[in-house]
T-cell receptor, first 110, second 115 residues
Framework: QKEVEQNSGPLSVPEGAIASLNCTYSDRGSQSFFWYRQYSGKSPELIMFIYSNGDKEDGRFTAQLNKASQYVSLLIRDSQPSDSATYLCAGISNDYKLSFGAGTTVTVRA | GAGVSQTPSNKVTEKGKYVELRCDPISGHTALYWYRQSLGQGPEFLIY????????DSGLPNDRFFAVRPEGSVSTLKIQRTERGDSAVYLC?????????????FGNGTRLTVT
């Protein structure tokens, strides 16, 4: 079992809709979680991180963490065509080691 | 530059050859990571440096892979006797101190193709 699992894509949403991305993790010792956005042919770019249970909002993005269920999610509100990318969920264990999921590809239809 | 710099951006080599991939982290970042990403997959951890020392090299696939960071800044990933299965994008990342709340900043990667 991979340390971090993401819901399989691809995910296609119309412009203006909410895109919902989910991620589960197996290591209960994981402390912090990160969402990276990766455009095709480019390197991962950090968009959100969360380490406390609950919600964290930053602009159109909301990250949610539930440590009891070992579940992390990312909501993208008012989705734009420029949000079309692969979104990578990652968790930190041992205080330094970032483990990534396989990514979910999102396409926002204009 | 302000970001993580990786060279070369692309490298094509023949099976059996030796290659070196270079990473120049953000100035002052003590933590440096190497990851490998294959098509359609997330980045896979290879090795983590804290300063000059390799604190965790558990992700290196076999003894053909080796990495150094002699002065605690620039790092070089070395691959001996390359195989076609080594073809991937090799990503370098750095962070200020490598702690749990210290996000990684990635370079643009080196795309390695072994023919």
């Amino acid at each position: 079992q991979k340390e971090v699992e993401q819901n399989s894509g691809p995910l296609s949403v119309p412009e203006g809709a909410i895109a919902s991305l989910n991620c589960t993790y197996s290591d209960r010792g994981s402390q912090s979680f990160f969402w990276y956005r990766q455009y095709s042919g480019k390197s991962p770019e950090l968009i959100m991180f969360i380490y406390s249970n609950g919600d964290k909002e930053d602009g159109r993005f909301t990250a949610q963490l539930n440590k009891a269920s070992q579940y992390v999610s990312l909501l993208i509100r008012d989705s734009q065509p420029s949000d079309s990318a692969t979104y990578l969920c990652a968790g930190i264990s041992n205080d330094y080691k970032l483990s990534f999921g396989a990514g979910t590809t999102v396409t926002v239809r204009a | 530059g302000a970001g993580v710099s990786q060279t070369p951006s692309n490298k094509v080599t023949e099976k059996g050859k030796y290659v070196e991939l270079r990473c120049d982290p953000i100035s002052g970042h003590t933590a440096l990571y190497w990851y490998r990403q294959s098509l359609g997959q997330g980045p896979e951890f290879l090795i983590y440096f804290q300063g000059t020392g390799a604190a965790d090299d558990s992700g290196l696939p076999n003894d053909r892979f080796f990495a150094v960071r002699p002065e605690g800044s620039v790092s070089t990933l070395k691959i001996q006797r390359t195989e076609r299965g080594d073809s991937a994008v090799y990503l370098c990342a750095s962070s200020p101190h490598g702690g749990g709340n210290s996000p990684l900043h990635f370079g643009n990667g080196t795309r390695l193709t072994v023919t």
